[in-house]
């Protein structure tokens, strides 16, 4: 049987705006999932990533991010000249120690049957 615990991280600001994520628990060993989102991209895309590079660095087995809205994954195909933004993303999150994504694509065409 899987035991579950939930916690929250602390997040705080300096006044230079660098955030900074500290975790009230152990998780050596522990395979953690984070759940939240993208949206909007911008700030909450680097909060995942330092999220994730710290449960990675306190020893974290593994860590998997379920995100109902990826922020830039219609970025998908390259534009002539234009960003090719989801790769990007997908490099960074793995970079950051990301393991695995779980997220929705409610711009594909089973969700516009729906």
């Known amino acids: 049987m899987m035991t579950f615990h939930a916690a929250n991280f602390l997040r705080s600001t300096y006044p230079n705006g660098e955030r ?15 759940v939240g989102t993208c949206a909007p991209p911008d700030g909450n895309l680097l909060t995942l990533c330092l999220l994730a590079h710290t449960l990675k660095g306190n020893g974290a087995r593994s860590v998997t991010a379920e995100l109902p809205y990826l922020g830039y994954a219609r970025q998908d195909v390259p534009e002539k000249q234009g960003s090719f933004a989801a790769q990007w993303v997908g490099r960074l999150l793995k970079g950051s120690g990301v393991d695995r994504v779980v997220t929705l694509d409610l711009h594909g065409r089973e969700a516009a049957r729906a």
Do not use: E, S, Y
């Not at 900074?20 to 984070?34: M, Q, S």
């Open 20 to 34: 900074f994520i500290a975790l009230p628990r152990a998780v050596r060993g522990k395979d953690c999932v984070i």
